[in-house]
């Protein structure tokens, strides 16, 4: 067994964070599975169970349990089968979602999601209070497009319940080829009723920066978005700011809003350039009580000639969580949006022999503040809602909206018709004659059959047409508010 990289380099969280079962080596006998041999363990696995000074002798309890199991129990099991249980009972008693046993072909979809491209609905997932749920989707991801948020809880996908599933289990079912539906059912905050998410499956790329120039209060402010910290992130930051500051920028929004976290050595490329004074960047707490300690600094001497911000969310974990607090405490950059996810935990990966993995919780973060988030979350400096609209939900695929109808259905399609300034009349989820007639007016700009029912078209186009919305610049009032704090303009 080794462990995949310097420990300090840990994983802070990944795209797919599983959290059901935590597994180590405790066995390996050559006992054959057939039923002539049920009661027989072989020597070497005698000796391991022995008290020796190789294995505890806690270990004695374990083999007792595994001898009877295999002597009397009614059906042939595998020894692979109670070494798979046994661990998972260990797990469970860490009460840890973030520490995790990956069989190897968990193990290599896992790995899959950091460096390449992979096929599914593309959204951070976690284990909380045994059922599923969103860490952040994927900016650009089908989740996204469907409208999945972080702190969603997935109950059932194409109508198979998760229910007592290990989170493995749960992303294989939400997983799949690209084309193919994931029907989700969600419960929600504040919403009384589970929702209907639809997603269509899709190639999920790992293209981690993206960067623009938008003019504000007549400034060119670089604006350079994270969507998860990976392998190349750090390279890729780099040279998009890099371009950007040959362009003239008089300031930067670095928008780690829904970045589920990543590799903890990219954000620290990152934080080496972007933190003043050597400031800086995070410290790691090992083992139980802190025994061990390690500071990680920036290598810049000056601030950069420019102003910075940081946007985040509640979709903004771990990695992000770092720089944020990074650029907060040791460059006194402020902080806008929403508060953040509360990951303050470092983990690692160890590789097995036959390629299955075991990531364990191994450290605990601290800002340079020495503040410990997990749990609680970064505060922004400056809080902004995005518009009612941004939380809109997918229209109903299985039915037509139409006069007279009422409920959370019309409701949300109100929101929807607000949202792109057609006024619905109400907000109250009755399908009225206003209601009707903004539906019409859509439908009229859209050159669709003007009947004033919200079918298939008219979803699929009201849809469309709010998410192209949402994607505007002037339409982010968070982005906006950062913008306003770069340029000097960003009042209280």
Known sequence: ???????????????????????????????????????????????????GSEYPQEFKKLYEAFTAIKKDYIQTVTNEQLVEGAISGMVGALEDPYSDYMDPKSAEEFTSTLHSTFQGIGTEVTMQNGRVTVVSPFKGSPAERAGLRPNDQILSVNGESLEGLDLHEAVTKIR??????????????????????????????????????????????????????STETAK????????????????????????????????????????????V???IEYGAGGQQKEEYRSTADAAKPYPISVLINGGSASASEILAGALRDSGNY????????????????????????????????????????????????????????FNATQLPADKELARDMAGADVKNLQLILTGLKLSPGRDDGYFDEKTEQAVKQFQTAKKLPVT???????????????????????????????LDVVTGKQGK
């Not at 949006?337 to 919780?361: H, I, P, Y």
């Open 334 to 389: 402020k902080l806008v949006g929403e508060k953040s996810f509360g990951k303050g935990t470092v983990q690692s990966t160890m590789e097995m022999t036959d390629k299955s993995q075991l990531k364990l919780t191994i450290a605990k973060w601290l800002t340079p503040s020495g503040e410990w988030i997990h749990q609680k979350g970064i505060e922004p400096d400056f809080k902004v809602a995005q518009p009612d609209y």
């Open 1 to 51: 067994m080794r462990w995949k990289g310097r420990t300090v380099l840990a994983l802070v969280l990944i795209s797919m964070v599983a959290s059901s079962f935590l597994t180590i080596a405790l066995m390996k006998t050559s006992a054959s599975a057939n039923t002539t041999q049920t009661g027989a363990l072989t020597a070497s696995t005698r000796a391991m169970f022995s008290g």
């Open 176 to 229: 799949g080829p690209k084309g193919t539906k994931a029907v989700l059912k969600v419960v929600r905050a504040g919403v009384a009723e589970p929702l209907t998410i639809v997603c269509i499956r899709d190639d999920i790329p790992i293209e981690t920066v993206n960067s623009q120039i938008i003019e504000k209060n007549g400034v060119k402010v670089g604006v350079i978005g994270i969507t998860q910290f």
């Open 281 to 283: 960047i995070v410290a």
């Open 452 to 482: 004033g029912k919200v079918d298939a078209a008219t979803r699929s186009q009201l849809e469309e047409s709010l998410r192209e919305t949402m994607r505007k610049p002037e339409n982010d009032l968070q982005l906006q508010k950062a």
């Open 236 to 279: 890729h930051f780099k040279e998009q700011l890099a371009a950007l500051e040959k362009k003239g920028i008089g300031g930067l929004v670095i928008d780690v809003r829904g970045n589920p976290g990543g590799y903890l050595l990219a954000v620290k490329e990152i934080g080496e350039v972007l933190v003043p004074k050597k400031g």
